[in-house]
């Protein structure tokens, strides 16, 4: 059950005061009506902030591999020479792979 913290407390005597109608109202209070909702359908009404990207083109400089990289044999991400680990049969495995 949550618990509302920043509701004033109150003392034990206050606690037993409650008839048992008033607990019984106070729970249909707060229960909701809207408990049956298709998660689904409330996520499709949602439309995100540039979720329509059909009509963008990619505006990111793509440059060649620089004479002091390498790219590795099993991530084949590209790396700084100064993340080579081994060589195998040709091979260059970073440091991460290795």
């Known amino acids: 059950m949550a618990t509302d913290y920043d509701a004033p407390r109150r003392d034990e005597v206050d606690l037993g005061e ?11 209070d707060s229960q ?6 298709d ?3 409330v996520a499709e009404s949602f439309e995100l902030p540039g979720a329509d990207l059909a ?13 002091d990289e390498f790219r590795c044999g099993r991530c084949f991400l590209v ?12 091979e260059l495995i970073c440091r991460e792979c290795a």
């Not at 909701?32 to 909702?37: E, L, N």
């Not at 990619?58 to 620089?66: A, E, G, N, Y």
């Not at 790396?79 to 040709?90: P, T």
Request: charged content about 35%; hydrophobic content about 40%; cysteine-free.
């Open 55 to 67: 009509d963008e083109e990619l505006t990111v400089k793509v440059l060649p591999m620089q004479s």
């Open 32 to 37: 909701s009506a809207a408990v049956d909702v």
């Open 18 to 28: 409650d008839s048992l109608e008033e607990l019984k109202a106070r729970r249909v």
């Open 79 to 90: 790396h700084h020479r100064s993340q080579l680990a081994v060589e195998r049969n040709g």
């Open 39 to 41: 998660e689904a359908e």
